[in-house]
């Protein structure tokens, strides 16, 4: 069985306009294939934000940069160290079908989007509801904004218009979770929210209080249900999340800084070694000899003055237990796991049907299936089968070495889950992985998997929801 659909091909333009004099410039930097590296030192640099970097500007980032990243107070930095400080500074684009920052989220879903996924929608319920039931579509996203959001929510919305499973509100407002609130509801459905989305930042009793009324609303009887970034969501890597990923523009630089500046081969750099770093870079930025840089011109010449970077060395994936922990422990459990790493869209997975009794999966028939979509790993401290009942999950042995081999970490076990179903208290929930991609809504059976999860969780449909591993 397979659901394909076709991977649009993105193409895109990574640009970033700034006010100089009045006129918006728009450059496309590229350094060894990166974008925006050039754009990320000059704005660091220009401190008076006049347009143009002088020596003294860049001495001054780089010695910044020094001092921000010797965390130890020894004098200098390592390349690691550097990264880090380096890779805040780098503009940081939106990623393909969504982003990250401070803009309000979208919350309109594309027409022709809809229109597929209303042709998709089941038409019939496979439970008849005990009463009338209303659900609360939470698509608050504090971390990586999917595109699909918008999308997911008018999806359950649909499914429970044309079935008649339940009637849905729909909110982007996390003051929504509060005991008084959630009381005329039978589900809170969780879409694509990422981080900590019930937070408020400046009151930390605020977010105590959300966090408590959604766990005793599903520890009460109530039903929690979840698609994919539902379990990107509170969670870090040890240690803060400070590392940077090998091969952003960060890392990149950072190793550049490190080639051209290390003289006496300590692999650190010194005050003297980072003050002799931009020296020799404006020399060569400055090819006017005017004592200054404007940025049109910084951005043209950056890649020129960078070293080439030696051939990668073999991958090597690190094994053992993963780096990720959690930041609400009762929610990592409740919701199943949290994101550790994915494949990203559309990669192919097969996906194995692990209960096929379930009535959760039996639109699947009890066969295997193929599915493009960015397909998420959890860490080990949250997903376990001695606290899920796993519904469908990755067939691992089924992917290529290749692909494999992207994951650091791996489960020893190659258990890896897709959909799953739990009780909690006398609450029940329900996680689907899949849904990044706006294509995965428009595949019936996925919708009808939805629905049949979101009616167990909502107490309509009855499931084993036993863990699929007894300890």
């Not at 294939?33 to 401190?47: E, K």
């Not at 989007?113 to 009338?132: F, Y």
């Amino acid at each position: 069985m397979k659901f394909k659909n076709s991977a649009g091909i993105l193409r895109i333009s990574v640009c970033a306009a700034a006010l100089c004099a009045g006129a918006l410039v728009v450059l496309h930097a590229q350094q060894g294939g990166r974008p925006g590296a050039a754009l990320g030192v000059f704005l660091a640099a220009d401190a008076d934000s006049d347009g143009a970097v002088t020596r003294a500007e860049l001495k001054a980032a780089f010695a910044k940069w020094l001092s921000d990243g010797d965390t130890g107070k020894t004098g200098s930095v390592t390349q690691d160290q550097l990264a880090v400080v380096v890779n805040a500074a780098m503009p940081q684009p939106a990623a393909p079908g969504g982003g990250r920052g401070a803009a309000p989220q979208n919350k309109t879903p594309k027409p022709e989007d809809v229109e597929k996924m209303m042709a998709a929608l089941p038409a019939k319920a496979p439970a008849t509801p005990k009463q009338a039931r209303n659900v609360l579509v939470l698509a608050k996203a504090n971390g990586y904004v999917h595109s699909c959001i918008p999308l997911a929510a008018k999806t359950i919305e649909a499914l429970g218009q044309k079935t008649g499973a339940w009637s849905t509100v729909i909110t982007y407002d996390p003051t929504a979770i509060s005991t008084e609130n959630l009381k005329q509801y039978d589900l809170v459905f969780l879409d694509n929210t990422t981080g900590a989305f019930l937070d408020d930042p400046n009151d930390p009793s605020v977010s105590a209080a959300r966090k408590a009324a959604l766990l005793e609303f599903v520890r009460s009887g109530k039903g929690l249900a979840g698609i994919h970034a539902a379990a990107d969501s509170y969670h870090q890597q040890s240690g803060g999340g400070r590392g940077v990923p090998p091969g952003s523009a960060g890392a990149t630089l950072a190793a550049q800084m490190m080639i051209a500046g290390d003289k006496n081969a300590d692999k650190k750099l010194s005050a003297d070694e980072m003050n002799g770093l931009a020296d020799s870079w404006f020399d060569k930025l400055d090819t006017e000899k005017a004592g200054k840089v404007s940025m049109p011109d910084f951005t043209a010449r950056f890649a020129g003055v960078l070293p080439p970077l030696p051939p990668p060395a073999p991958r090597t994936v690190p094994q053992g237990r993963d780096t990720q922990t959690g930041t609400w422990p009762e929610f990592n459990t409740m919701i199943g796991g949290f994101f550790k790493f994915h494949w990203l869209d559309p990669q192919l997975i097969t996906t194995k049907i692990d209960d096929p009794k379930s009535p959760i999966t039996k639109m699947f028939d009890g066969k295997e299936f193929e599915i493009h979509d960015e397909t998420y790993t959890f860490g080990m401290d949250t997903y376990s089968r001695t606290n899920l009942h796993i519904l469908t999950s990755i067939d691992y042995d089924k992917m290529s070495a290749v692909d494999k081999a992207k994951e650091d970490y791996p489960r020893a076990d190659h258990d890896y889950g897709l959909s799953w179903i739990r009780r909690e208290g006398k609450g029940r929930v329900f996680y689907e992985a899949h849904g990044h991609n706006e294509r995965v809504y428009a595949i019936k059976p996925m919708l009808e998997h939805v629905l049949a999860g979101v009616q167990y969780a909502i107490g309509d449909l009855k499931a084993d929801d036993s863990p699929s591993v007894k300890k």
